[in-house]
């Protein structure tokens, strides 16, 4: 499936935010997304649902201005992705998966956190 179909179920699920003061926020305010997701129907979608969006537009810009944010996610997803369970997914039941994924998680995290205390 390509990432740009993924969008909108991805957008859907995000749980509600829980803030300091007023209501729960149900949705973000802002999305940044590459060249892969540059496509008008996608645009309107996140218009209509009061996003706004910070798309890189095929053969007009470039996607440097967006690197900053996407990095984070394109490094997490290789820390993931170093964990041979979750990169060929032997996982039928999403509920396994997910699992398995929170332990990978906890353990980057656990080892990203003892590196900052030994140095």
């Known amino acids: 499936m390509h990432d740009s179909q993924g969008l909108e179920p991805l957008v859907r699920g995000i749980p509600p935010i829980r803030s300091r003061r007023g209501p729960r926020r149900r949705q973000p305010t802002k999305l940044h ?3 892969g997701y540059d496509y008008d129907h996608l645009r309107r979608w996140l218009r209509r649902r009061g ?12 996607s440097q201005r967006l690197g900053r944010h996407r990095w984070v996610v394109e490094r997490t997803v290789s820390w993931l992705a170093g964990c041979r369970r979750l990169h060929r997914r032997y996982e039928r039941k999403a509920e396994h998966f997910l699992a ?7 353990l980057i995290g656990y080892r990203r956190l003892a590196d900052r205390l030994t140095a």
């Open 33 to 35: 997304a590459d060249k």
């Open 51 to 62: 996003i706004r969006h910070r798309i890189a537009r095929k053969g007009v810009e470039s």
């Open 100 to 106: 398995f994924v929170g332990i990978a998680a906890t």
